[in-house]
């Protein structure tokens, strides 16, 4: 409890303890201070929690083999507290309330992890516990389009069976071309909606007027800061400024769900219709290509060599990032890259301007 403070504020605070008894003393009065008393045997405070916590924390993590990092220690205090919310002790308990003049509704409750020596001891634990992220490393333009450009060959290989090219196709080349083109999180890629898709991969293949060649693209899910599923629509160019022919793959896609008569499904599925996993498809595709690439030093700047691919090229961030860094490479506008891979932060404003920007 004292150490979720800093040195000096701890050693600052026995001083003054120090000071205050000996001024008391010196003057032959009571000490003003509240009597230490003893704890009652038992465990009322989450000290048991505390201790399985620091326990875990010396195991051997996922990022460092001497230590677990906080985030992970952190999960038994919530899944107590979790254990503890559901027990109902108090009958008036769900009747006690704070509510504010907007509606909101804020429950009273108390139990051994919401006391201060847990919010203490949790606090120092956070400020002390060294904390080693593994970032994703940005898959740039040039990268990508080498990834696709294997992947065709793959394709165009007689020797591939149907089922590789349905998977090269209407999988990975599909999901990494929008999830990059867009700049869409690992797991929003895979929303892309088959039914939708169909209809419209027609629509802007002949510009318009003024209009760029370019493909729709609709996901459909429950997306972050959203209730229920929604469908959101958005356009994608034919062939993007690094050379991804995004038409082409997605034609694909379409063309192989227009053989499977698929219904109700997402692009990116199985042979009977179930949502494929980022994991499955960084282990099949985007690593052995990744270390394919990196064995044969193509470019040591996209892909430098001595790095762990398996861990530092993921779904989840690299496309992200990539598409990012690429843009502003090319010198494309803050407010462009802002309007495109923050799209949900505009839409949930109703079309006002975000306050972040």
Known sequence: MFWSRETGTVRGLVYDLKDIINRATWRKQIIPLDKVKQWEIGDSQGMGIALLMLEKSIEPGRNSVG????????????TASNLSIAMVNDPDADTRVMKSLKGAVLHMHYGPMQTIFMERFTQGMRIRMPAEKLRNLPLLGSSVAKILEVMEEQYMDFTTSNKRKREITSMCAGYIAVTYCYGLRGNEGMWVDADRLRRGIRVGE??????????IVSLLGRFKGEDGDRMHVFCLASTS????????????????????????????????????????????????????????????NAIPKGIEVRKLYRCTRSCR?????????????????NFVHRWDKYEQKGGRQPARF
């Open 321 to 337: 990032r990539g598409a990012d860094i690429t843009a502003t490479n090319m010198e494309v506008g803050e407010t462009v890259i």
């Open 67 to 78: 230590y677990k990092q906080f985030d992970t220690v952190r999960k038994f205090c919530s």
């Open 241 to 300: 400024g690094s050379g991804i022919q995004t038409r082409r793959i997605m034609e694909r896609v379409a063309n192989i769900h227009e053989e499977e008569k698929t219904e109700s499904c997402p692009a990116f599925c199985n042979e009977v219709g179930f949502l494929l996993t980022e994991k499955f498809l960084e282990k099949e595709f985007l690593h052995p290509i990744l270390e394919e690439l990196q064995s044969k030093g193509w470019d040591n």
């Open 206 to 215: 002949i510009p318009f007027r003024n209009e760029i060649s370019h493909i």
